[in-house]
């Protein structure tokens, strides 16, 4: 009887795991694109941040260099009345070292236009403007543009407008405009133009005497900035060297000239496709404030400059004693509205890309990371559904094979019990009489016994290899264990029977084995060539070596071979064939399995080779090395010598 395992909860229950996992792969993919898109969101807004942080601190210091060095205004203010500030820039300024010379230029303009170009260099040694005889050659390519005509007005003559734009005040006539920042050099170029005046009705006017346009003009380190501040403003804002997340590279912004580059040199200098660009080096009119100073006390002199991105900057000095103290306004950078000199006019752009390549390769190896990492944990989940449903089959399956065996055994032990009982009654009931019948009950109830005990020993030694009993093996004739086998299998060939032929070579083969475990192997092998041998009543029993680490010992019948699907599950535990079962053949269901597991204990295989005209089992066991046997050689004789000095004695 074979009793068939019901579906059951967890079956079900698997199932429907398994579909949650698929919808929970479905929303982590989901999810991972959506945490994708939001990291690579916030890495492109961090570095903008981080870049406009940048630029705008490397132009703040510039600005600050542009306002600190401006020298005061007033109709009797001169060049040399600039020195103070000079002095305070060099011994307070944060990088003073940005500066590297200072000239103060005097470019005649209107009536003075005939005059020469004047130059007085800053000597920081002599704290003094030390005239110039010719004009510095860094200051050539500067000066040829300070004394360029000015740009066409509109004014009349002797008038200007102050700021560009239509209703404005007047201004007397001015200098060319030059940006604050001039590439030559490069260089800040901070004009110092003719100071108008408030009459008595509170017009601005200029004085007829021209004077002529003074500019200072500011030397910057280019060295210093390479070498020196820019790494440091790096290190600032993006850490240090090789542990900064970015690669930068500065470039001159009209030429492409490379100026500065965090790698060093090499290929990775070129950044082709940025994941951040900033242009700067220019001066910001907005950040005035920050160094604005403002004293308005009523009766007291007093200073104050002030910035603005859509106005100009103003300046407020004392007037000569005795006129008005009010504030006078000049344009010093900014040109009307649509003129080119509003425009921004950077020198420098500063091209940010991540080590990896971009912040698109960082987000994409994130997301296969995490999808790695998500799915790895996925794929446990799915495993481990698929090892209970494995585990709950194979549990289902056993406990089956349990109760067949249960049943099985409580059959076959039934049998055996049942004609021992019977005989053993018959002769204590004195029923039988004559010597021979009692003999005939003696071999009756002896081979019953023999049945059980074989069948008590098959349970015994399946229960020792679950509880993982080892074998201790030595060098045996393989034909010594056939032999063994065949004496033990004798009285069920008698009863059947069952003719054996043994096929050995002349020369012992030797293997490595337990005798007694190998023995019982072969004779369960024997036993199912007899249930299964068919009507043809014979066993063959071949000794042969397979190469030369191994040696078989095949059993053979002439039976109908077992069906294709048992092929696989016959070495199971407590498994019977369809055959088995329909030709109601008694048997547990454990002889395969422990002829599989005494040769996989000796490290052998069983090989099965079956058809309709019968069945082949072949049992590959390792052939004993010439060395293991000269050492069992040696021992056996050392303990025969030892019985021998033992019995003397």
Not at 62 to 71: E, I, V
Not at 122 to 146: K, M
Not at 253 to 274: H, L, N, Q
Not at 396 to 401: E, H, I, K, N
Request: net charge neutral; glycine share 8%; aromatic share 6%.
């Amino acid at each position: 009887m074979r009793l068939r395992a019901r579906p059951s909860g967890p079956l079900l229950l698997a199932g429907i795991l398994a579909g949650l996992l698929l919808m929970l792969a479905s929303l982590q993919w989901r999810w991972l694109g959506q945490i994708s898109a939001d990291e690579r969101d916030r890495m492109q807004a961090s570095l903008r941040s981080q870049v406009a942080q940048f630029t705008q601190e490397f132009d703040r210091e510039l600005t600050r260099a542009y306002f600190w060095l401006q020298a005061d205004r007033g109709p009797n203010v001169t060049a040399a009345d600039s020195i103070g500030h000079f002095q305070r820039w060099f011994s307070s300024a944060p990088q003073p070292e940005l500066v590297r010379a200072i000239h103060v230029v005097s470019v005649p303009h209107g009536q003075a236009a005939r005059g020469a170009v004047e130059v007085s260099t800053y000597d920081r040694q002599r704290e003094a403007l030390v005239p110039q005889q010719t004009v510095p050659a860094e200051l050539t390519a500067i000066v040829a543009r300070l004394a360029a005509p000015p740009l066409p007005t509109d004014a009349r003559p002797g008038e200007g407008r102050l700021d560009g734009r239509a209703g404005a005040p007047p201004l007397g006539p001015g200098g060319p405009f030059v940006p604050p920042v001039a590439p030559e050099g490069p260089a800040l170029v901070i004009p110092r133009p003719p100071v108008p005046v408030v009459n008595a009705g509170g017009a601005i006017v200029f004085s007829q005497e021209q004077r002529p346009w003074d500019y200072t003009v500011v030397m910057l380190d280019t060295t210093f900035m390479r070498e020196t501040f820019v790494p440091e403003l790096l290190k600032r804002h993006f850490g240090e060297g090789t542990a900064s997340a970015y690669r930068v590279s500065i470039v001159d912004r009209k030429s492409g000239a490379p100026v500065f580059c965090s790698e060093g040199s090499g290929d990775r200098c070129t950044i082709a496709r940025p994941d951040a660009s900033e242009e700067f080096f220019e001066i910001r009119l907005r950040e005035f404030n920050r160094f604005v100073v403002v004293d308005d006390r009523r009766g007291q002199p007093g200073r104050s400059m002030t910035g603005s991105s859509s106005g100009p900057m103003a300046t407020t000095a004392p007037l000569p004693p005795g006129g008005p103290r009010e504030r006078v306004t000049m344009n010093v950078v900014r040109g009307p509205e649509g003129d080119p000199r509003r425009e921004r006019q950077p020198l420098w752009r500063a091209d940010f890309a991540h080590q990896a390549g971009s912040l698109e390769a960082v987000v994409a190896s994130t997301r296969r990371r995490n999808l790695l990492v998500s799915s790895s944990v996925l794929a446990l989940l799915g495993a481990s559904i698929a090892m209970l449903v494995v585990s709950s089959t194979r549990a289902r399956r056993l406990a089956a094979q349990q109760m067949e065996f249960v049943a099985g055994v409580s059959h076959e032990l039934r049998t055996p019990l049942a004609v021992i009982r019977s005989a053993a009654e018959n002769l204590a009931d004195g029923v039988v009489h004559d010597r021979e019948q009692v003999q005939r009950y003696g071999q009756l109830i002896a081979g019953e016994g023999r049945r059980l005990t074989e069948m008590v020993e098959q349970v015994m030694e399946f229960a020792g290899f679950d509880a993982g009993r080892s074998l201790d093996t030595r060098p045996v004739a393989a034909i010594d264990v056939a032999q063994a086998a065949i004496e033990a299998s004798g009285p069920l060939l008698a009863s059947s029977e069952t003719h054996v032929d043994i096929d050995a070579p002349d020369t012992p083969l030797l293997v490595q084995a337990n005798a007694a475990a190998l023995a019982r192997s072969v004779q369960n092998l024997i036993s199912n060539a007899v249930k299964y041998g068919g009507p043809d009543r014979w066993v063959g029993v071949r000794i042969a070596p397979a190469d030369r680490r191994m040696v078989t010992i095949a059993v053979s019948d002439h039976g109908d071979g077992i069906a294709e699907p048992d092929l696989a599950r016959i070495f199971e535990p407590f498994y019977r064939g369809q055959h088995a079962a329909d030709g109601h053949v008694p048997g547990s269901g454990l002889g395969l399995s422990l002829v599989d597991r005494i040769v996989r204990q000796h490290g052998g295989r069983v090989e099965v080779q079956s058809s309709a005209k019968g069945t082949t089992f072949r049992l590959l066991i390792p052939a004993a090395s010439a060395a293991t046997v000269g050492a069992e050689e040696t021992l056996t004789t050392a303990e025969a010598g030892l019985d021998r000095r033992g019995a003397t004695s």
